[in-house]
């Protein structure tokens, strides 16, 4: 993976060369690649994801989809704005960071969707931003699974395991509930949204994540099985290690 940076008008974007080139029929680098309507105008939109800013799926290719998910803030402070982020510099962007990391672990071999791109557009003090990742083919999230029932014992030892992986790396992911966990259609469960998460030595955090974790997934499951899937899941998480 060859990441990239270039300025286009008053975004500056980042990107791995490998997903987006100059080459005929390939999507051209430029600040409308992040618009909705860019894709909307190419008939190339083929769902949408909850939550804020509602994530966009794009065929990008005849066999290949994209994420598409623009930086939507939360909580009180989205009352001021919710799109816009004070600019403290392109390193330190939050879209530039994640894209960053994100690469970084996917080079490791560890399982996060393939970054391509991210924007970040400057308006003065302030800024928004968007990231493009590859969609994972036939994936939902293990909230969908749980709300469903059809969690089995062998899927949560899984995520477990894969959970443990990422500790191992150092993520610290702030926001590890079970909606950013992602299952494909092979059982292989996948990690996603690194916004504000980071690198870091082991610590309390570990516990934190997994402690965080399982509040979501008491919103999603009986609360009478909570505890009886959070022990398969620390099973497979003391197995990795």
Same mark, same amino acid.
Request: glycine letters at 8%; a positive charge; charged letters at 25%.
């Given at each position: 993976m060859r990441l990239a940076a270039l300025r286009q008008r008053n975004s500056l974007i980042l990107h791995d060369a490998d997903s987006l080139c100059d080459a005929p029929g390939t999507h051209q680098i430029h600040p409308d690649l992040f618009t909705a309507d860019y894709w909307r105008? +190419? !008939?190339?939109i083929v769902g949408e994801a909850p939550g804020r800013g509602s994530s966009l799926f794009l065929q990008a290719t005849p066999t290949e989809q994209w994420v598409l998910r =623009?930086? +939507? +803030? !939360? !909580?009180?402070v989205a009352k001021l704005s919710q799109k816009r982020y004070l600019w403290i510099g392109r390193e330190r962007s939050r879209a530039f960071r994640e894209l960053r990391l994100t690469a970084a672990l996917f080079e490791q071999g560890l =399982? *996060?969707?393939r970054p391509v791109a991210s924007s970040v557009t400057c308006y003065g003090l302030t800024y928004e931003a968007a990231l &493009?990742? *590859?969609r994972i083919a036939g994936a939902r999230a293990l909230a969908e699974l749980l709300t469903k029932g059809v969690v089995d014992e062998a899927l949560l030892q899984r995520v477990g395991k894969m959970i443990k992986r990422f500790h191992q790396a150092g993520l610290d992911h702030v926001d590890?509930?079970? +909606?950013? &966990?992602? *299952? @494909?259609?092979?059982g292989k469960p996948w990690l996603i949204d690194l916004d504000r998460c980071r690198l870091r030595p082991a610590g309390t955090?570990?516990? @934190?994540?997994?402690?965080r974790l399982e509040r979501s997934i008491a919103?999603?499951? =009986?609360?009478s099985q909570v505890g009886n899937l959070m022990a398969l899941l620390y099973a497979g998480y003391a197995e990795s290690a």
């Open positions: 105008e +190419r !008939g190339l =623009p930086y +939507r +803030r !939360g !909580g009180m =399982p *996060v969707p &493009i990742t *590859v590890l509930n079970a +909606r950013n &966990i992602l *299952v @494909d259609e092979k955090w570990q516990a @934190d994540n997994l402690a919103k999603f499951a =009986p609360s």
